[in-house]
Every structure is written in C-alpha cells, then in structure tokens.
C-alpha cells in the first residue's frame, strides 16, 4: 500500500536543527518528485522545498541557506534537515511525492484522512504530517 511516514519532528530553542525523515512505501523515489510543505496556525499550506530525481532541488526563500533537502534511495527516504531553525519555521510540515498521482491516477491523496494542505495541492499524494515547534 502506498504511504509516507514522516518523522523527527519536534520541540527546539531558535538556532538549533531538526532532520525530518520521509519513508515511502508502495513506490520508489525515483516515481516521484518529492517535496515538503509547511502549514502554520492560521497561514496556507506552503512549499518549503523539492527533490527531483536528477538532484535539482528548491528551496523557497524563507530557508534558503538553512534548510537542505535529500534523499536516500536504498532507504526509499526523503529528509529535511532544518538548521538555523527560528520560531516562524513553527508548522506542521508535510512530505509529498508530486508527480506519482500523474502515474497512479486511481490512488487516494493520502492513505488516511487528507491533511488540510490536500486542499491547496490538489495533485500531490501526502502523508500525515510531523509538528515542528521552535521556541524563542
């Protein structure tokens, strides 16, 4: 069964760091563009940054130089190492695979209840979110 299990999520003072971890089952990584999205308390679903196959990556400008995005194909895993972290980087932050519904049309957004972002990205697949909290 296709699913993202995202982990390493959670409580830091500004200026420490947090490597979330994405594991894919049910498909490999190189199906996929992967990515991760952020939501805030009382914000919109937002892209932090992406992943292609050939290695090109994004970074939206908010983490641009703190933030690194890899993956690991053997372990079929995305990460997001989070460094420099500051309170406004506080979210739910979810890992997506972008392009695999373009593949696997017949497959549900998320195994499970559809996370708020789902709304927003209508054509990612999604897993059920990690929350990161920085505190001042």
């Known amino acids: 069964e296709v699913q993202l299990v995202e982990s390493g999520g959670g409580s830091v003072q500004a200026g420490g760091s947090l490597r979330l971890s994405c594991t894919a089952s049910g498909f490999t990584l190189s199906e996929s563009e992967m990515g991760w999205y952020r939501q805030a308390p009382g914000h919109e679903c937002a892209l932090v940054s992406t992943?292609?196959?050939?290695?090109?990556?994004y970074y939206t400008d908010s983490v641009k130089g703190r933030f690194t995005i890899s993956q690991d194909n053997a372990k079929n895993t995305v990460y997001l190492q989070m460094d420099s972290l500051k309170p406004e980087d506080t979210a739910v932050y979810y890992c997506?695979?972008?392009?695999?519904?373009?593949?696997?049309?017949?497959?549900?957004?998320?195994?499970?209840?559809?996370?708020?972002?789902?709304?927003?990205?209508?054509?990612?697949?999604w897993g059920q979110g990690t929350q990161v909290t920085i505190s001042s």
């Open positions: 992943i292609r196959n050939d290695g090109s990556t």
């Open positions: 997506a695979a972008l392009t695999l519904l373009y593949a696997r049309p017949l497959l549900p957004t998320s195994r499970g209840a559809p996370p708020p972002c789902a709304q927003r990205y209508v054509n990612n697949f």
